[in-house]
């Protein structure tokens, strides 16, 4: 059997008997990498970031007068908590979607969070 072909079923044998939540996120690492955009994991509290990833799920929060936007946001490495305050809702932004984010890293309760991050809806591929 040649090399090539060998690599072939290797990979195909891998993506058939591991995990599809792990395999999922390689491929968002992979392509989050390929895009240029910083991966989560390397992102520290005050640091100004860019990264691509997709949101695992939202929840509005509509206390009358605080009322925010929370969405899991994942790159494949590591979990940020994006909000958004001031809004109940904003077209777009529902789980499974890819999205590119800049903003602050800050932190809250020891987990990654960014306040009202810029954002970018991208295309699913």
């Known amino acids: 059997m040649a ?8 990979r195909m044998t891998r993506r058939l008997t591991e995990d599809l939540e792990q395999l999922d996120a390689e491929e968002m690492a992979e392509t989050s990498q390929a895009s ?10 005050g640091e100004e970031v860019t ?3 997709r949101l695992r799920s939202v929840e ?10 929370e969405a899991e946001f994942f790159d494949g490495t590591e979990q940020v908590t994006l909000v958004w305050i001031g809004r109940r809702r904003i077209p777009g932004i529902e789980p499974g ?6 903003g602050r890293v800050g932190e809250r309760d020891g987990q990654k969070v960014i306040f009202n991050p ?3 809806l991208r295309s699913e591929s």
Do not use: H
């Not at 240029?36 to 509290?45: L, N």
């Not at 509005?60 to 936007?69: E, F, G, L, M, T």
């Open 60 to 69: 509005v929060c509509p206390k009358s007068a605080n009322a925010s936007i």
């Open 51 to 53: 990264m691509l990833g």
């Open 3 to 10: 090399p090539a072909t060998a690599g072939y079923f290797r």
């Open 118 to 120: 810029y954002y970018e």
């Open 97 to 102: 979607k890819t999205l590119l984010v800049r």
């Open 36 to 45: 240029g955009a910083q991966r989560a994991c390397d992102c520290s509290r």
